[in-house]
Structure formats: structure tokens, C-alpha cells
């Protein structure tokens, strides 16, 4: 009786399941040669209508697609390793209750925006590099785009290092001579007047606030570096004058420290500005690893381990081929974890510290991710370093976990059990 049983499940089970016998792997442990080429693999998949499902903690994040000769040609031109699998299999595995995986179906190919501005900057931004590598599309805009409404085309936006404070991302001490920075602030101080506020403060907080309303509307949010704490100091300071008088030409609000609005903000609360133009950094929120941890042989952090089934998301985001990843500097680093907000899920976080290095949450109907730092690949990135080749670096953890994000609007939605 009890196999007649167990065989009327399994073929109930795989009646439930796609009936794909022969499918493609793409395995995302250590069998796979490029890890990020993998997801615009995936990527491309998804936009020319093939099925796809994400093997949550399954072979380090592995991907089932259905069989397809352009597929297969697709792969090997990208180097992306594969296999040929029975993938109602693979799947009824997948789904097993005595296992921590699960299966997501991917169903589209998300359409991403990145906010950086069009001229060429002295410096690179991880996720354009992620991006371009792996051949993902996307567009860019910047804050004509934003204020015109242009985010509802989008499923994903990723903030490229920017300061929404105004404040130039506080290069004041160091690079107010360079060329590169006073045509930044002249261009920034006619955006301002083109749109009709007078300080770029202002411009820069009706953006975010749009981008926050973006959002809570259903959207998905990405930052790394200073677009994070920066993002969140802004929509805090609403109605306050933070930016000191050697940047924008007048006084800070009297009390302004202490009067930030949290409830206005996304992920972080109770904290406190930093006032001084030639301090290199704009808030408290930045908790960097001590001087003995600051190299790149001792500076790591750990991902966090969920449950597949009862948390998806923060499943989906920390898919990766170890559980631990080397750390990596910025002008922010790291969060204070006193400093989150209820509902903040961290991911991961440096063991040493307890520095908050990687978080999610939800906010209204969509979801933000902030990870801290500049390169993944690079320990500290200063401005003028050349951009980092990531064909040096095919397998790197770090930037897996800003490629998890991208596909992550591709899922179909999925409502958090905890």
C-alpha cells in the first residue's frame, strides 16, 4: 500500500510540474566557468520566451531552462557552463519538503533602468560593470527622467553612487579645483533652476522622493555605496538645510542634527548627519571595519542562510557559491545595525563587527536593496583607478549579489511567510 502511495504522489507531483524531460542546467556552484555571464544568459532566455526556474539553494543557484538549439548556442558563445538534465527530475527534487530548496519561475525578462548621469565620470560603478559584462540590457536616465515620470517603464532601478544631499558627494576637501567637479556643480545648479528649485538640494530631494514613490508603487529599488545612506539622509532632512555653506553658499538650519523625520525614510532611522564639508562622509550611518580589519585578506562578510520555502526573497538574493565573500571598501561601507528600521531584513553582515553589510526590505507594494561598499573587486576604489575587468573575475561572490537583484523582478511575486 505504502508504495502505491508514494507512486500516486510522485505522479501527482509531476503533473504540478512543467513536463520538460529534457532540459538545460546551468549549474551556479563551483562547476560553473562563469558565474556572470550565467544571468545574462538567463537574462536572454527570458526575453526570447523561454521557460525558466530558479533553483533555490540548489548548486549554489543553479537555473533549469528549457531546451532550446539557439539556447545552447547562446551558452557556449558566453562561455556558460551546462548540462542536459530530465527536468521534471530535477524539479520534484527541487520542491522536496526534506530539503532548504524550492523552485521560483522566472517569468519575464525585467526592464532596467540605472539613474546616473550621461557624462562620462572619473570613476565606475559596479553595476554598470556588472551590467555591460554579463549583457543585460539596460537604459539609463537621471533626474529629467525621474520628475516626468519616466520610472513606471521600469521593473528594477539601480542608483548609481549618488548624492541625493546635494552635496556632491562630499568631495569638497579633496577635488573642488578638479575640472571634473565644477562642471559637475555647474551643471547640477542649472538642472536645479531648469526645473524650478532653487538649491540642488531641493532637486535632488524631489527626486528621491519620486523614486520612493516609485516603490512603494511596486517597484524595485538596488543602491550601493553612498546612492544608499544618501538616499534615505535626503527624504530625512526634508524642509532642513544639511549641506554646510562652502558647498551651497548659506547656513545650515539651526538644530538640523537633531531634527531628521525617520518616519520618512526607508530603511534606516536614528541617525545624525555630518556637517563638515571636509569630512568624507555625510552621515553616522557608516560603520567601516577597524584599521586592523581594513585589508582585503582579513575584511570578509557572511551571508545569512534562509528558508527556501518560508522566505524566498531573501533566499533569492543571497544565491551564491560560498557563504562567506571578501569585503570590499566605499564612501559607505558598511551599516550601523542599531540603525535599521523594523521590518529590515539583513543578509549579510561582517562577523567581526557586526556591521551590517548587505539588507532588503519591503516598502509598500515593492522592495529595496542596499549593499554597501564600491567594487566587489576592487578593495578601495579611488577616483582615477581604471574600472575593473571583470573578465579577470568570472566567478567573483561579490558581484553574484548585485546580479541576484537584477533578476529578481523577473520572479513571479512572491509574498514573505515570516
Known amino acids: 500500500m505504502s508504495r502505491l502511495l508514494l507512486t500516486a504522489f510522485c505522479t501527482l507531483l509531476t503533473g504540478l510540474l512543467p513536463a520538460r524531460a529534457q532540459d538545460v542546467l546551468i549549474p551556479m556552484d563551483e562547476a560553473q566557468g562563469d558565474h556572470l555571464r550565467a544571468y545574462g544568459a538567463v537574462y536572454w532566455a527570458l526575453d526570447h520566451g523561454l521557460q525558466v526556474d530558479w533553483l533555490l539553494n540548489v548548486r549554489g543557484g543553479a537555473f533549469l531552462a528549457e531546451a532550446a538549439p539557439e539556447f545552447e548556442t547562446e551558452l557556449r558563445v558566453r562561455g556558460v557552463s551546462f548540462e542536459g538534465a530530465n527536468g521534471a527530475a530535477v524539479l520534484a527534487q527541487a520542491e522536496s519538503p526534506a530539503a532548504n530548496t524550492s523552485v521560483v519561475r522566472l517569468e519575464k525578462a525585467p526592464k532596467i533602468a540605472v539613474y546616473a548621469p550621461k557624462q562620462t565620470l572619473p570613476w565606475d560603478d559596479a553595476v554598470l560593470l556588472a551590467l555591460t559584462y554579463a549583457e543585460v540590457p539596460y537604459e539609463q536616465v537621471y533626474d529629467d527622467d525621474i520628475l516626468a515620470g519616466r520610472l513606471s517603464e521600469f521593473d528594477w532601478v539601480h542608483l548609481h553612487h549618488e548624492d541625493f544631499t546635494g552635496q556632491y558627494g562630499k568631495f569638497y576637501a579633496s577635488y573642488r579645483g578638479q575640472a571634473w567637479y565644477q562642471q559637475q556643480q555647474l551643471e547640477a545648479e542649472a538642472a536645479a533652476r531648469a526645473h524650478g528649485f532653487a538649491k540642488v538640494p531641493e532637486l535632488k530631494l524631489a527626486v528621491a522622493e519620486a523614486i520612493k514613490s516609485y516603490v512603494e508603487g511596486g517597484g524595485f529599488l538596488f543602491a550601493m555605496c553612498s546612492g544608499t545612506d544618501t538616499f534615505d539622509l535626503a527624504l530625512a532632512a526634508a524642509g532642513l538645510d544639511i549641506v554646510p555653506p562652502e558647498i551651497d553658499g548659506d547656513g545650515v ?108 526590505g519591503p516598502a509598500g507594494q515593492g522592495f529595496f536593496a542596499f549593499y554597501a561598499g564600491h567594487d566587489p573587486e576592487d578593495y578601495q576604489h579611488f577616483v582615477g583607478d581604471p574600472p575593473t575587468d571583470l573578465a579577470l573575475h568570472k566567478t567573483s561572490p561579490g558581484y553574484r549579489l548585485i546580479l541576484n537583484n537584477v533578476l529578481f523582478p523577473a520572479a513571479k511575486k512572491q509574498k514573505q511567510k515570516t
Do not use: C
Not at 280 to 285: A, I, K, M, T
Not at 320 to 333: E, I, K, L, Y
Open 253 to 360: 538650519t539651526p538644530g538640523a542634527a537633531d531634527a531628521l523625520d525617520f518616519s520618512r525614510t526607508l530603511a534606516f532611522q536614528d541617525f545624525r548627519p555630518i556637517l563638515n564639508p571636509m569630512e568624507y562622509e555625510h552621515s553616522d550611518l557608516d560603520a567601516p571595519p577597524p584599521p586592523a580589519l581594513r585589508n582585503p585578506l582579513a575584511d570578509y562578510f557572511t551571508l545569512f542562510d534562509f528558508s527556501a520555502v518560508w522566505d524566498p526573497v531573501p533566499t533569492m538574493l543571497t544565491q551564491n557559491h560560498v557563504a562567506s565573500v571578501r569585503g570590499f571598501m566605499g564612501q559607505t561601507t558598511a551599516f550601523r545595525a542599531d540603525a535599521l528600521k523594523p521590518g529590515v531584513v539583513v543578509l549579510a553582515e561582517s562577523p567581526a563587527t557586526g556591521a551590517v553589510r548587505y539588507l532588503y
